[in-house]
Nanobody
């Protein structure tokens, strides 16, 4: 089992920044992949960014150059640094872990970007 706890969401003006954190109950180094998803009202959940156990990062095109995913193995924490935020980034952001073929989810944190 992997428990995930997100934090760092909030309300920010367009152009602003937020950093989301996801603390895992086990070493993130041992987890195959850690991901950030988001779900806006009336839309499907989408994968925003992911990072492998080896540290390789991937991003959805809409956030490339603005968002950065990283992890701190010593703190069992994955981060999502979000810069140049846009109103269309408004969503609930979820941390996701893939470990031994299973997926685990956090409870989500709300990010709201005002224009």
């Amino acid at each position: 089992q992997v428990q995930l706890v997100e934090s760092g969401g909030g309300l920010v003006q367009a152009g602003g920044s937020l950093r989301l954190s996801c603390v895992a109950s086990r070493s993130v180094f041992s987890i195959n992949a850690m991901n950030w998803y988001r779900q806006a009202p009336g839309k499907q959940r989408e994968l925003v960014a992911g990072i492998t156990s080896g540290g390789r990062a991937t991003y959805v095109d809409s956030v490339k150059g603005r968002f950065t995913i990283s992890k701190d193995n010593a703190k069992n924490t994955v981060y999502l640094q979000m810069n140049s935020l846009k109103p269309e980034d408004t969503a609930v952001y979820y941390c996701n872990a893939v470990w031994l073929g299973k997926e685990f989810w956090g409870q989500g944190t709300q990010v709201s970007v005002s224009s």
